[in-house]
DNA sequence: GTAGGTTAAAAAATCGATTATTTTGTCTAA
DNA sequence: TTAGACAAAATAATCGATTTTTTAACCTAC
């Protein structure tokens, strides 16, 4: 199932690698920590090399910052960098969205349909919300899948997870859901009648809401 | 000097991972070759790890894929990725330059020109073009330097690398050199005038032809 | 008291060897 | 012949131990 949303060239991804990167995205680090490998690997329960191999990856894909001879630590946060990557998001998602409402199938409308309503009936509270952000994603990601550019959608998914950097910051998160929900139902919506324009609009005020939660949690956070 | 230029975050990289970016990007492998990692072992004159470790960032830099278990590729070559890496690069640089025009200062226009006159009096012959190449992209980075966005610039770099991989394919490539050549300077005089609009224009133009020598080369190639 | 320098402890990176997996080659039976 | 199973070889991945580098503590001289 799901065909039409395949994964970006060059990952064949450790169960290591993956749950580090939930962790980093969730905040389950602070920002800025340096990591200890020797804790990580009781922790995690891996071996050196395992745990190493992983950590390469994930500084390469800006999880993580590598340092000359002194391990690994997690990128510090920024109102620059907050504001760069909801303005890059806003640029390049919807550009992703105005390609993938020009090429989606029947298929697509289908998928879409589907995530949106898995995402509306997720249980919040469950999980500590980790369903629910796994939905989310998941509704994004199928959004723009049908884009036709394999390295956007992969600039995409990397600037998703370093915006829930922020977003995800603090406890829990069901602040203004009611509001943001509605909206990836109204983009289903004007995804479907084909209303590129309109998609796009929405697409702008949704990143920005999101912004806006995630910069308060930021300001709330330092 | 050139304290402009700041690398992406999250990279303090080893000398094996400059190494074989450089030899990936340069076309020393065959596109879908399996690299033997023993062999790469004495090639390079490297141990174990720090290989599989700077072969991990690479993976996930997009410059190899990994499989399961069965080790490292070259990712092939297709025609219609070479298509979705030229759009987005005219659509990325042409955003970056953009920005840069706004708000590069007078250091950003020394450095672009001492930047393009490097690059007109880099001898192509020498060290099998390495020394221009090197050149050539710094050329490029510098002109977007001062777009303000560190993810932009960082995902700029990540497709000039696998846009490379296409446009030296096969020997050499003084190729149309000097009508390339002339638009660097083009360039810099448009964006020494801020005018972002003909600048951009201009981009365009440059990344199309630099896209028909790399579609020619991908061509003969296959 | 503090700056500078030495040593000890901690941590990161690398190495050599082992283990697990895949690939290749060979044999057998239909 | 050829498909399938088995064994052997090759290769990838992982582990435990060693080496190197950094960090911290301590001491001495000014």
């Given at each position: 199932m799901n065909k039409h949303i395949q994964l970006p060239a060059g990952s064949a991804s450790s169960p290591i690698y993956d749950v580090l990167r939930r962790d980093l995205v969730g905040g389950r680090f602070k920002a800025g920590e340096k990591l200890a490998i020797n804790a990580l690997k009781e922790q995690y329960q891996v071996g050196l090399s395992p745990l190493r191999e992983a950590l390469n990856k994930l500084a390469a894909y800006g999880l993580?910052?590598?340092?000359?001879?002194?391990?690994?630590?997690?990128?510090?946060?920024?109102?620059?960098?907050?504001?760069?990557?909801?303005?890059?998001?806003?640029?390049?998602?919807?550009?992703?969205?105005?390609?993938?409402?020009?090429?989606?199938?029947?298929?697509?409308?289908?998928?879409?349909?589907?995530?949106?309503?898995?995402?509306?009936?997720?249980?919040?509270?469950?999980?500590?919300?980790?369903?629910?952000?796994?939905?989310?994603?998941?509704?994004?990601?199928?959004?723009?899948?049908?884009?036709?550019?394999?390295?956007?959608?992969?600039?995409?998914?990397?600037?998703?997870?370093?915006?829930?950097?922020?977003?995800r910051l603090g406890p829990k998160m069901p602040t203004i859901r009611q509001e943001l929900d509605d909206q990836h139902h109204e983009l289903v919506e004007l995804a479907l009648k084909r209303d590129a324009s309109a998609a796009r609009a929405l697409m702008d005020d949704h990143i920005h809401k999101s912004y806006e939660v995630a910069l308060a949690r930021y300001q709330k956070h330092a």
């Open positions: 993580l910052v590598q340092e000359n001879q002194r391990g690994f630590r997690v990128p510090k946060l920024s109102r620059e960098e907050l504001d760069d990557i909801a303005r890059l998001r806003t640029e390049l998602e919807g550009m992703a969205l105005e390609r993938a409402i020009a090429h989606g199938d029947a298929v697509w409308e289908a998928d879409l349909l589907a995530a949106a309503h898995r995402l509306k009936r997720a249980d919040i509270t469950l999980d500590k919300g980790e369903e629910w952000e796994r939905l989310h994603t998941q509704f994004h990601r199928t959004l723009v899948a049908p884009c036709g550019s394999v390295w956007l959608l992969r600039f995409i998914e990397q600037l998703h997870d370093q915006f829930d950097r922020y977003r």
